[in-house]
């Protein structure tokens, strides 16, 4: 059974940094890409950042340049570095697993979600 984390939202002022993590059960990445998606209040859920069992990367246009995914396989844990940050990225934080190719949400497996409040 897929089982997903993520922890280290808070608060932070507008410029600051954050580094969220996603914990997954063993073997998960190695199976799934992993991918973080954001959920502002009142808005739909969007996709944010993608990182494949490869390595390979993929961003939102709004997040490019300021956050960087990557991930630790021997810790099962993905991170999504975020920096520069701007009051619009905040919201609710979770990853999520994805097919090989960071196209669609597989397994519907989703974690708690972790809070980013991004003060300006």
Known sequence: EVQLAE???GLVQAGGSL???CAASEFTLDAYAI???RQAAGKEREGVSCITS???TFYTDSVKGRFTVSSDNAKNTVYLQMNSLKPEDTGVYYCAT???YCEAVVNDTWGQGTQ???SS
């Open 54 to 56: 490869g390595g390979s």
């Open 98 to 100: 994805e097919d090989y």
């Open 19 to 21: 580094r969220l993590s």
């Open 35 to 37: 991918g973080w998606f």
């Open 116 to 118: 980013v409040t991004v």
């Open 7 to 9: 922890s280290g939202g």
